[in-house]
Structure formats: structure tokens, C-alpha cells
């Protein structure tokens, strides 16, 4: 069973700069698709970034050059390095693995962005 847990969510004002971490249980990491989702309230899920295994990424528009995304496979840890952050950043982010076809979901961690 995969467990995903996310940590370095919290409080900052804009313009500040927080770092995700995720770790990932078992044995598969290195092989996936890992990222990162968001939901803000009342909004639906969006996918922030994702990271290959070849080690190329994918970002949404509104964090390309703010938000960096990397992993570290002899930690099955991915990261999301997140600057100038905006108060529209803020949601609960959500770290997910896919390991076709199934996709696994961390529980989630509170951004919040005060301006």
C-alpha cells in the first residue's frame, strides 16, 4: 500500500516562499509521475506541476518561473519549491503518484497567502 505524506504548508505573506515536501512509501517511486494538485474553495482541483521520471516537468500557467518542482528518488521525496507567492496561491495542495493505472493522493496541506 502507498502512502503518500505531504508537509511545509503554512502561513506567509505575499511575496513569501514556502517549500512542499511529499514523501512516498514503498518501492515505486522512482518509476512514476509525481506532482502536485491544488483546490481553493468553492474551485475545482487543478494540477499545479508534475515531474516524469526522466525528470521532466509540467506547470500550470499561472506558476511557470514562480514554482519549482524536483524529486529526489533515494528519498522518494518530490518537492515543490514555491516563490513570490500571490494570495490566488492559496488552496490546499495535494501530492499525488501515478503508477498506471492507478494514481494514489496524499491527504493534503494548507497554503495560505495573505496580502
Known amino acids: 500500500q502507498v502512502r503518500l505524506v505531504e508537509s511545509g504548508g503554512g502561513l506567509v505573506q505575499a511575496g513569501g516562499s514556502l517549500r512542499l515536501s511529499c514523501a512516498a512509501s514503498g518501492s515505486i517511486f522512482s518509476t512514476t509521475t509525481t506532482g502536485w494538485y491544488r483546490q481553493a474553495p468553492g474551485k475545482q482541483r487543478e494540477l499545479v506541476a508534475l515531474?516524469?521520471?526522466?525528470?521532466?516537468?509540467n506547470y500550470e500557467v499561472s506558476v511557470k518561473g514562480r514554482f519549482t518542482i524536483s524529486r529526489d528518488n533515494a528519498k522518494n521525496t518530490v518537492y515543490l519549491q514555491m516563490n513570490s507567492l500571490k494570495p490566488e496561491d492559496t488552496a490546499v495542495y495535494f501530492c499525488t503518484m501515478r503508477n498506471w493505472p492507478v494514481t494514489y493522493w496524499g491527504q493534503g496541506t494548507q497554503v495560505t497567502v495573505s496580502s
Open positions: 515531474i516524469n521520471s526522466d525528470n521532466s516537468t
